[in-house]
Each structure stands twice: as C-alpha cells, then as structure tokens.
C-alpha cells in the first residue's frame, strides 16, 4: 500500500487482521476515529510501516492513531505521529501481547486520558513479546538513558529523544522538520531503505537519515509555510499579495491582514510597531527612512531602540521599537519610515 490518503472515517482508517502481510508506505492517515486504533487497528498481522503521517486521529479506548494486538508484528519506520488522542492510553500508540518495533519516528503532541503517567500521551503497552525503540523523538519518554519511562513497556534501543522536534510550522498543518531541529540527520539508516519520504523528496539528504515522515530541513520561506499557496494571489483578497501579506507577519488567508507598519507618537516620543515571521529567510526585508520620500537610507541599530517583542500567533511575532531623535539629524521636522522587502 503506497502513497494513500486514510482521511475523516468514523470507523477507523484501516483494519489489518490475522494472516495479513501488508508493507504501508508513504501514508497519511487523518482524523480518523474508532474505539481502538483510531487510525489503524491491527490484530495478529505482520506490518511493515514506511514514512507515513498520523494526524489528529482519535480513539474512543486505546491508541488514538494505532493499536497492536493479538500478536502481531509491528515495524514503524520514520513515522511522525502529532494531535492524535485516546480516551485512555497510548494518546499515539498501544502495543499488547505483540512485537513492536519503532525507529527514525516522531511521537510528539499527542495525549491521552490517563495522565497518571505522562507517557500515556505518546505509547502505551502491555505484556509485549517483544517492543524497542530507537533513533525516535518520543515525547515524555525521558530520552534514552536511566530516565527512560518503562512504563512504555518498550525496551529503550539507544539514541531516543524527548525534545521538540521543532516541526516547521505544526498550526498551519506543516509537519516538515525546521532549521535546527533535533532530527535532523538523527536516524538509522539501515532502518529503512526507502528512496523517498512522505513527500516524495529523496532520502537521505545528508549521509544520514532525518527522524520522522519528511527528509531534509524546511527553511523558514513562503513556499514551505503555504505550499498551496501562489505567492501573487489575494486568498483574502484584501488587496495585497499573498506574499506581501507573509512578508508584513500575517496569515495570507486571514481576513485581518493589513500589511503596514504603525508609525506612532506617545510622550514625546516616536514608536515603530510591526508584525513579522521570525528568521524567514526569504523576506526579512529592512527598515529605511526618508526626510522626503525621495531619498531613503537605512534605519542603523544605533538610531533604534527595541521596546518589546511579543508573540502574537503561532510562529509570527510583534516588535515594537522606538526612534532615537539624538541619532537622527536632519529629521528633526519630519520623517518618514518603510519596510524594504528583498
């Protein structure tokens, strides 16, 4: 089974029962719900699953994106499960009376409804034949090593983490590892021996395999942020480009959009307030003044004072600076202020 999509079924996504040889591959399975396995129910079968997206699946009982049971054999390789929910246990995944195997896997953001032990929000388990995990970001396992959460009833493998995977941009739907995140190049490659993730982009891009579903670093860009998204269409049609609308800190489907700076006076004194996402790497743009709006030169750190940076939705920020009189000479009467985008 490659290349599926498993989307909005109320009685699951799919069951694989006993006798059952099934390889998945390249998968996304979304808001799914049953009792148990909200994404997947698998009862004394052997799987094989490969590079596959488990979001915001619900299980009524146990395992709010997969339950194994009656023993079955279980392999999962650079999965990433997020937003999945269980009424009980394992809020992504629970293991019974089978072999379990996990790798190169993202476990992040999911919860469960017996919080007496917080690893219940990712993987719970039962009287396993065999279970391990390896090379995997599993959320309140405590990582590899002494703190390791037993209770899992998964064998620790070595070189688990119990960070955040730093996903790109995880509001907006986008599960792709961003600058800096702890999986990359973070797997095992003998793990899986794919040719390419979820997306359909190559592995492995850098020697080494990335831990989760998508190979390789999304850089913080328009096209990564709103991949259905022309950078010069309106989808708010508010008069300005989707691009403009990101460049100026706001969402280019957002009926609220309004890129502009607010240029304003209180005390005495003059302020600058604007809204951005943070360390893009395609629109960071520069601040430039004018005494006439004909000649322009940029606005240097010493001519600014930061006032306060506030977040004000998820991944964009609100900065607020004030202009320094003293460090501006020749603007005494009148300035004007813009924002150069590259």
């Given amino acids: 089974m490659i290349g599926s999509y498993f989307g909005n079924n109320d009685d699951r996504g799919l069951i694989v029962v006993t006798g059952a040889n099934v390889i998945i591959d390249d998968c996304v399975f979304e808001g799914n719900r049953s009792d148990h396995g909200g994404a997947l129910y698998i009862g004394g079968a052997t799987v094989t699953i490969l590079d596959s997206l488990f979001i915001d699946n619900q299980a009524d009982e146990s395992g709010g994106a997969i339950n194994v049971t009656q023993s079955a054999d279980v392999s999962v390789a650079n999965g990433t499960f997020t937003g999945n929910d269980a009424f009980t246990v394992g809020g992504a995944i629970h293991h019974a009376s089978s072999t379990f195997d996990i790798s190169n896997t993202i476990v992040y953001g999911n919860q ?12 719970s388990g039962s009287n396993p034949v065999s279970a391990t995990a390896r090379h995997s970001i599993i959320e309140h396992s405590g990582g590899s090593g002494a703190s390791w959460a037993g209770e899992m009833n998964l064998a620790d493998g070595g070189q688990n983490l119990d960070v955040d995977p730093l996903f790109l941009y995880p ?35 850098g020697g080494t395999i990335d831990i989760g579903c998508h190979e390789g670093e999304a850089a913080r860009v328009f096209s990564n942020f709103f991949p259905h998204l022309s950078p010069d269409g309106d989808e708010n049609a508010n008069g300005f480009t989707n691009l403009t609308d990101y460049a100026y800190g706001y ?92």
């Avoid at 907006?172 to 040719?195: Q, V, W």
């Avoid at 006076?265 to 709006?293: C, I, N, Q």
């Fill in 171 to 205: 509001e907006g739907g986008i599960y792709r590892l961003g600058p800096g995140s702890p999986g990359l190049d973070g797997g095992l490659n003998s793990t899986n021996g794919t040719a390419t993730d979820v997306r359909g982009d190559a592995r492995i891009a």
């Fill in 251 to 342: 969402h280019p489907a957002s009926p609220d959009a309004r890129p502009r700076l607010d240029f304003y006076e209180e005390d005495g004194s003059l302020f600058l307030r604007y809204t951005l996402w943070p360390e893009t790497a395609d629109v960071e743009g520069s601040l430039e003044k004018s005494p006439d709006l004909d000649q322009w030169d940029p606005l240097v750190e010493s001519e600014l004072s930061e006032v306060s940076t506030i977040t004000v939705a998820p991944n964009r920020i609100e900065q607020t600076l004030q202009l320094l009189p003293a460090s501006l000479p020749g603007y005494e009467d009148t300035i004007f202020i813009r924002r150069e985008l590259p």
């Fill in 112 to 123: 469960a409804g017996f919080d007496d032990l917080p690893s219940n929000s990712s993987i």
